[in-house]
């Protein structure tokens, strides 16, 4: 299975700025999606980072709060902009290492808006 | 879009005994049906997985089953040990993509010594 880091684990932030999460793979992986678990809650799905073009987002989520990059096949980063307390959840990333196979996820952000 | 529900969202049992996660799921397109555990302050790990041309599946104590038809998989924990405790989510993925999941509520199992 894929090693992937997260940083940073857990950060607090001060409302209306913006945190930029990154996610490193140890191996080329083919796919990459950014879930938010809000707190005591399930996984929601946010987007889909595509390699060298714009992320597919899901319903609720819009690329000017939540833009996510993923210059290459082992990067990506998700972008909290503008943060309101509401915002405070944790952030998973999550990778395909091949098509149609399983999911692994990082160990998450825990981010916390005061 | 799919829905998944999942039941119980809690459940204690006894060291020993078995325990039995039911997940339903609404979009018969969907193929593709993970388990994850996750523990606190870490990610989701995935512990098992089917999909929809297999109606079972078992690794060690664990066991997955699948009926298309009434649109339900159960997750099926033999000999419950205290280290199984933590909280665990279905999936399922109408996009014939790993990764690319709707997810149950989550059940948050507790194993007593």
């Known amino acids: 299975s894929a090693v992937i880091s997260q940083k940073p684990s857990r950060d607090i932030c001060q409302r209306g700025t913006s945190l930029t999460i990154q996610c490193q793979v140890d191996?080329?992986?083919?796919?990459m999606f950014w879930y938010r678990q809000q707190p005591g809650q399930s996984l929601t799905l946010i987007a889909t980072?595509?390699?060298?073009?714009?992320?597919?987002?899901e319903s609720g989520f819009v690329i000017d709060k939540f833009p996510i990059s993923r210059p290459n096949l082992t990067f990506s980063t998700l972008t909290v902009s503008n943060m309101s307390p509401e915002d405070s959840s944790i952030y998973l990333c999550?990778?395909?290492?091949?098509?149609?196979?399983?999911?692994?996820f990082g160990q998450g952000t825990r981010l916390t808006v005061v | 879009g799919e829905n998944v529900e999942q039941h119980p969202s809690t459940l204690s049992v006894q060291e020993g005994d078995s325990a039995v996660i039911k997940c339903t799921y609404s979009d018969s397109a969907s193929n593709y049906f993970p388990w994850y555990k996750q523990e606190l302050g870490k990610g989701p790990q995935l512990i098992i997985d089917?999909?929809?041309?297999?109606g079972e599946k078992k690794d060690q104590r664990i066991a997955v089953t699948l009926n298309k038809t009434a649109k339900h998989f159960s997750l099926h924990i033999t000999e419950t040990q205290p280290e199984d405790s933590a909280v665990y989510f279905c999936?399922?993925?109408?996009?014939?993509?790993?990764?690319?999941?709707?997810f149950g509520q989550g059940t948050e199992l507790s194993v007593k010594p």
């Open positions: 191996s080329q992986v083919t796919m």
């Open positions: 089917i999909r929809s041309n297999v």
């Open positions: 980072a595509n390699q060298g073009s714009e992320a597919t987002y």
């Open positions: 999936a399922a993925s109408p996009y014939n993509q790993g990764g690319k999941l709707i």
């Open positions: 999550s990778v395909e290492a091949d098509p149609l196979t399983e999911a692994f």
